[in-house]
Structure formats: C-alpha cells, structure tokens
C-alpha cells in the first residue's frame, strides 16, 4: 500500500484530524493482520448495521467483544489444548490462530447485542444521536421586522 502525506491537510481544514489519523492507522497495517477473521459490514436500517465475523471452531467463552469510547475491539483465543487429547493433524484448514479486530465506530453509534450461529460472530450497532443534535425545521417569519431605535449621540 502507498503511503501519503497528509500533512498539507492537516493546515488547510477544521475538525477532520481525527479522519487523518485513521488514515494514516490504516496506511500502516499490514495486509496479512487485516485479513483474519474475514467479515462483513451492511445496513439493516436507516440507523442500524450488523458487523459479522467468521469465527468458526471459536465458541463463546473464547469470543470478548469490548466497546470503549469510539472503538470495538473483538478478540479470539482458542484454549490450550489438554494433555490428554493427543490426536494427529494430518491437515488444518481450519484456523484457530488468535485475533484482534478493531473498528472505528461514528459518534453515537452503540452495540445492541451479539449473537453466535453457525461459526458467524454477529453484532448489532445503531446510531442513536441525541436530540439535541438532530436536525430540525427552522420557520419562515413573514411578518414586519423589528428594528430597534437609535440612540441619541
């Protein structure tokens, strides 16, 4: 992947340093790390995702997911195996290899719930902004304006 200079961005424009941050997170990652697990992002609704990971041969004691701030961590570790359960691969395609995804969430955008099914990792989002922050109709006065009288010098 290219590497580019952002820093002329950084002087020209207002409150998009955060944006210019993750881009140059993301120009650092190597493909390799980004790669596992596989997932999928989609819009069920005006204000509501689903993120899904493929987890498979992970079970829910072996899963965390961890919301904190503006971030959702998911991570994945497979248990030791025990002493006793000796058995011979003779092929893995399966991995089972530890992981930790992360992902950038909007502002107010809050997980609602996790499920697993079928070796898929599922978890809700939606966006609730607050009240205060929504848009909202401002009504056209056609009335007489008001003008204030001068004051005498």
Known sequence: MRQYDLSPLYRSTIGFDRLF????????????????PPYNIERTGENAYRLTLAVAGFGE??????????????????????EGD????????????????????AD???????RLENGLLHVDLVREIPEAQRPRQIPIGSGPR???PAKAA
């Open 108 to 114: 107010h955008v809050q997980v609602t719930g996790a």
């Open 61 to 82: 004691a072996e899963l965390s997911i961890e919301s904190r701030e503006n971030a959702l961590t998911i991570k994945g570790a497979k248990e030791a195996r025990k």
């Open 86 to 105: 000796v058995a011979e691969m003779l092929y893995q395609g399966i991995a089972g290899r530890a992981f930790e995804r992360r992902f950038q969430l």
């Open 146 to 148: 008001a003008v204030a």
């Open 21 to 36: 941050s993750l881009l140059d997170q993301v120009g650092g990652q190597e493909a390799a790390t980004v790669a596992y």
